[in-house]
């Protein structure tokens, strides 16, 4: 099996050329051997100026696209689309909906939802210091181990029914979330 690129970046595979280079920049800039004396900065810088130098490229990246298992992204897709139709249902408004993230109002309660095939600590690093409200990861894949601060913020693991972090800041949150918690 092939290495994945897009882990490595902590990207989806849907990722922006923007943001494949944002991220190259933001992993360079933790990892690099001269600001990062770790043992294995070399190595992961290494693996790093790959994944860029094949997914920065349009022809090398989408070679590299049609190596990869479908399998994987389709089961992920299938479980992000049916959690993301469970979210309409409730009773909540929609502030604003893209492909990878919601916002949902309700009263003053305001919950920014991050919806990703896989979460490791650094993307929800990423989404939390950018979300706005309360911040909830739904993730079909999780890798702990996860720091998650209480009250602010959960990470709910859609294939095992599992919450990470805190508890929620009011039932009423607890209560959008409810069809997770199995």
């Known amino acids: 099996m092939t290495e994945d ?7 989806n595979p849907t990722a922006t050329s923007d943001e494949i280079h944002h991220a190259y920049r933001s992993l360079a800039m933790r990892y690099h051997p001269d600001r990062n004396a770790s043992a294995g900065a070399v190595s992961l ?15 090398r990246r989408a070679a590299y696209d049609r190596t990869q298992t479908p399998r994987e992204s389709c089961i992920d897709e299938a479980v992000i689309d049916a959690a993301r139709v469970m979210l309409f249902k409730r009773s909540w408004n929609v502030v604003q909906d893209n492909r990878e993230d919601l916002i949902l109002r309700n009263g003053s309660r305001c919950a920014h939802i991050s919806l990703t095939g896989q979460l490791n600590s650094t993307a929800f690093d990423r989404f939390h ?4 409200g309360f911040c ?3 993730a079909v894949r999780v890798e702990p181990p996860l720091t998650v601060p ?3 913020a959960v990470v709910l693991d859609l294939m095992r029914s599992r919450i990470y972090g805190g508890d929620f800041p009011d039932s009423a949150y607890k209560e ?3 069809p997770f918690l199995a």
């Not at 693996?47 to 920065?56: F, P, S, T, V």
């Not at 210091?129 to 706005?132: A, G, K, L």
């Open 5 to 11: 690129l897009y882990r490595i970046l902590n990207l």
């Open 45 to 59: 810088m290494a693996a790093i100026n790959r994944a860029y130098e094949i997914l920065k490229e349009p022809s």
């Open 129 to 132: 210091h950018r979300s706005v």
């Open 136 to 138: 909830a990861v739904l």
């Open 150 to 152: 209480p009250r602010s």
């Open 176 to 178: 959008l979330f409810k």
